[in-house]
């Protein structure tokens, strides 16, 4: 054998014996990639089931969403129409607010017929019991003897609270201001 032939063969084999561990190499990394591949999927998949099961249970929660504490209204609440009967701006909106808070249903707002009330007045329809009315006007700081009971089928209310020119005195109006 000539030199050349055996430089030849070395250089051969040198090159068979990295290329089979490259082989083996590109094998095992192409293996890892594989199963890293493999990992990431299933805990995709994983995430993904239980961000749908949150979502569903939300959607079909047999309590629903939780109402904010003003949005509850008892059953046996009484309904109220505030009239602002003194004329001053928003007065009738500060007291349907206080009372709103306290859970009563502020059925409507607006303006008595006239603005010569010189004296705030709970009008009781005789719909609900009369300690509920009084519980109404100790909240708002209207005295007992301006509560007038006037039975009427026509009105949407079971109280009507007619604002007059003495709002600045009552117990919710301070409480607001």
Known sequence: MNKRSFATRKVYNRRTVKSTNSKKSSATSRAVKKNLNMFIIWGLVVLNVILIGSLIQKIFSPFGPLPSRVDV????????????GCGAHGVANVFSEVLREKQYDVVSVGNAETFDYERSVIIDRGRTDRKKVEKIASILGVSRDRILQIESQTSQSDVTLIIGSDYTGLKAYRQRR
Do not use: H, Y
Not at 73 to 83: K, P, V, W
């Open 73 to 84: 209204i008892n059953a046996d609440t009484i309904s109220i129409e505030i009239l602002n």
